[in-house]
């Protein structure tokens, strides 16, 4: 399949990323070694503390967490080999063995590990308090009593490992399964076999009936493989129902609002918030109707150009490179650094290949290595953007990594997506401030605008549907594929109310969206990165050079501590239930521009 280099050549198509820091290749002898070497340690450490977690000193916990950090490191170099290849090409038998193998592997090596952390918790608090608090944990103290946290809805030992090992024909495989169908859909596009990421990116096309070819081809591929899309959603929303059940988590949100760190109540505030400015995409998508002259605007249209000056603009590779590398370094010299490593060894994997998976994202790997970016690069605007978004993360991973550790590196979801998002805003305004055509600036803002609601209000959408899908599993059984099209389509719709006509074909569209199978409750964390870092951003624009060490510094702490006391340090409160307003004030602010600057230049279309 050649569509990307037939259609336009974008310079990525030789941009492979080079993972021998983990391995040389699958029969690499190096990677038999250390699954030994992981399986020893793992043998040491249950040999060494389990059944004496009670009796610990704090040198104890030291030394404890310390070997974890070797285990964890090694499982995760292995982990990360096998992820990095499989997502490049998902067809690959090799690859898929391997895959399953390191699962395997790992369930074996949880199973054995599992009992510190359910001793750490059964510790009484005054206890558990007293070796927090001795000075010689202060490098682990964060992360051990972080755990805690998890107290109320751990299970026995036994039930513990029933469950590691049930993932591996459970919820690991049923998700593995989604991205191997999904990554193998196949469409005829006019004679040529091209893959679903190249059929996505024609929903952006110029051309009308383009786009609405690209939506027919790809409704119809999902409604063919309704029957298998339907039982895995049906299955993984099962598994997590009887799992939440089983801990006694009070929602279906509750774990993951406890992964990222955020209370219920701050998800409940940007919830709201998102959802009670709905009106804000209506008042878009009416001003883009009308610059488009379309009587109805349907949901197909949503990521149609303007057709003004840059509706054909192109970014090969070294363009996108040197776009995003100069808005780091006008921000950040030091930033800039780290994001040229990525190009200079070679971590980005950028081409549209037959059965690589979708998408696009970072790997933040292991401490010892580095975080590599992954993307399915076509040379549009939104690729260039992508770009930065993904280094974004990148840099957050490599800054994290090297200051604090391994255990650092892991952020929760919600300010995960912080780093991403700021450095997409650094590149969007760069590119606004060199413009002086008012036709292109224009264009420019719609589109930004139009990335921010995908990231903002369509996630927090993606939310409500999740919301509404694994509350009706629950309540009602099997759900067929109708049901979960009516709930989808309702949640689309109260988002764009009258503004964008929906379609029933649409209503399959929940079906192809891996985020709702492989970590459920994902999608509210880029809502809740996009509207903190406008806050940010806000903040930079005000203090202007002092605040970019202190950005950096938070981006260096990672996870050494909460989000919200991290975030503290550079003057946001996200506990204050009336913060998200202010970002969505921001967008608003967006939107009155692009209408005013609609109507001056074209005041026959716009009101």
Known sequence: MAEAIRERATGAEAVIWDLSVFYAGLDDP??????????????????????????????????????????????????????????????????????????????????????????????????????????????????????????????????????????????????????????????????DEVNMSFVLNKLHDSDRDVREMAWRILTDKLDE???????????????????????????????????????DEVVEALVESVTGNYGLV????????????????????????????????????????????????????????????????????????????????????????NPFVFLNYLGATRDVTTLAHELGHGIHMALSGRAKGLFALYTPLTTAEMASTFAEMLVFQDLMAAESDREVQLSM???????????VFRQISMNRFEDKMH???????????????????DTQRDMFADSVTITEEYGLWWSYVPHFLHTPGYVYAYSFGELLVLALYRIYQEEGESFVPKYLDLLAAGDSDYPDRLLATVGVDINDPGFWQKGIDVIEAWINQAEALARELYPDLVA
Not at 236 to 250: E, Q
Request: charged share 25%.
């Open 30 to 191: 190096k990677i038999e070694a250390d699954i030994e070497g992981l399986t020893g340690l793992v043998d040491e450490f249950h040999d060494a503390w389990r059944g004496k977690v009670a009796a610990m000193k704090s040198e104890d916990f030291v030394s404890a967490y310390q070997a974890l950090e070797a285990i964890y490191d090694l499982r995760g170099r292995l982990d990360s080999y096998a992820f990095l290849n499989f997502s490049t090409d998902t067809g690959d038998s090799a690859y898929q063995a391997f895959v399953a193998r390191m699962q395997d592997l790992g369930a074996a090596l949880s199973q054995k590990t599992v009992f510190f952390e359910l001793e750490w918790n059964a510790l009484d608090d005054v206890r558990a308090q007293a070796i927090l608090d001795d000075p010689a944990l202060a490098k682990y103290r964060y992360y051990l009593e972080a755990e805690r946290r998890y107290k109320p809805y751990l299970l026995s030992e036994a039930e513990e490992q029933i469950l590691i090992e049930g993932q591996l024909t459970g919820s690991s495989a049923w998700t593995r399964f989604f991205t191997q169908l999904t990554g193998g859909f196949r469409f005829d596009w006019m004679g």
């Open 225 to 263: 493989k309704s029957m298998e899309l339907t039982f895995i959603f049906n299955t993984l929303a099962l598994d997590k129902a009887n799992s939440d059940r089983r801990r006694g988590y009070p929602s279906w949100v509750s774990a993951r609002n406890l992964s990222n760190k955020a209370s």
């Open 282 to 369: 209506a008042r878009h998508y009416q001003l883009k109707r009308s610059l488009l002259g379309f009587e109805e605007l349907f949901d197909y249209d949503r990521y149609a150009p303007l057709n003004l000056k840059e509706s054909d603009s192109f970014y090969p590779w070294e363009n996108a490179r040197d776009i995003v590398l100069k808005a780091f370094e006008k921000f950040s010299p030091a930033m800039c650094s780290v994001a040229r490593e990525f190009f200079d060894n070679d971590w980005i994997h950028a081409p549209v290949l037959p059965s690589k998976r979708g998408g696009a994202y970072a790997a933040s790997t292991v401490a010892s290595a």
């Open 445 to 455: 803002l719609v589109g930004k605008i139009e990335d921010t609601f995908a990231t």
């Open 471 to 489: 509350t009706a599993r629950r309540n009602e059984g099997e759900l067929t594929t109708e049901r979960l099209s009516e709930l989808w389509l």
